[in-house]
């Protein structure tokens, strides 16, 4: 298997405009997490889905913010409108709540830069 | 403008020393424990876990020990080398919520030459 796969891996846009991350989990796994990761916060949770169902969405921040996981093998999170402050690297993970170890698999993450 | 920034505490060892790296957590009721690496550009790869059950469980060159009476977790790696500088972080997971992992600020190990 490839692994988590994200796109794009970096993404410049200017404040006000729309961004779509995108997401392909290990395929299998029934969990899909979305993580943001700052100098200023660390790694938080944003939102995770359980089988395509979207089961804790607390850590996201705002409205601007949205995820989707229309099917078992894509999701998107997106951004309308972005600010400076959206400025991080986003991170997806999945796992498989059966494996031993609950590990959470992550992607390479999106380097998001919002000017 | 922005506060400051968090600070990455920050181990320094020398190639062929042991490495440990600390870990203060926060749910006395987390069932489950897991150490990350993450290298420069990459996304957090799983080292080691730990169950709540246990105080301490042993990979390939790595150690995890689990103290839950102070709520302490400790990663060691033996023979530290090139490849191990990395951050590391703990995570915790509490059975009732899900698959909701919480991570720590996490360690800028540096392996010296």
């Known amino acids: 298997d490839a692994g988590v796969i994200q796109s794009p891996r970096h993404e410049v846009t200017e404040m006000g405009q729309e961004v779509t991350l995108r997401c392909k989990p290990i395929?299998?796994?029934?969990?899909l997490f979305w993580y943001r990761q700052t100098m200023m916060r660390g790694l938080e949770l944003l939102i995770y889905f359980n089988n395509n169902v979207p089961i804790d969405d607390s850590g996201m921040p705002e409205d601007r913010f949205s995820a989707k996981m229309p099917n078992a093998s894509f999701s998107t999170l997106k951004i309308q409108p972005s600010e400076p402050r959206d400025s991080a690297v986003y991170f997806c993970?999945?796992?498989?709540?059966?494996?031993?170890?609950?590990?959470?698999?992550f992607g390479p993450g999106t380097r998001l830069t919002v000017l | 403008g922005e506060s400051v920034g968090l600070h990455l505490p920050t181990l320094s060892v020398q190639e062929g020393d042991n490495s440990i790296i600390n870990c203060a957590y926060s749910n006395s009721a987390s069932d489950y424990f897991i150490w990350y690496k993450q290298e420069s550009g990459k996304g957090p790869q799983f080292i080691i876990d730990?169950?709540?059950?246990?105080d301490k469980r042993q990979g390939q060159r790595v150690t995890v020990l689990l103290n839950k009476t102070v709520k302490h977790l400790s990663l060691q790696i033996a023979a530290t080398q090139p490849g191990d500088s990395a951050v590391y972080f703990c995570?915790?997971?509490?059975?009732?919520?899900?698959?909701?992992?919480?991570f720590g600020p996490g360690t800028r190990l540096s392996v010296l030459p």
């Open positions: 995570a915790e997971i509490w059975a009732n919520y899900g698959q909701n992992f919480v």
């Open positions: 395929s299998g796994h029934d969990y």
């Open positions: 993970a999945s796992s498989f709540l059966a494996s031993p170890s609950n590990e959470q698999f």
């Open positions: 730990i169950r709540s059950n246990m």
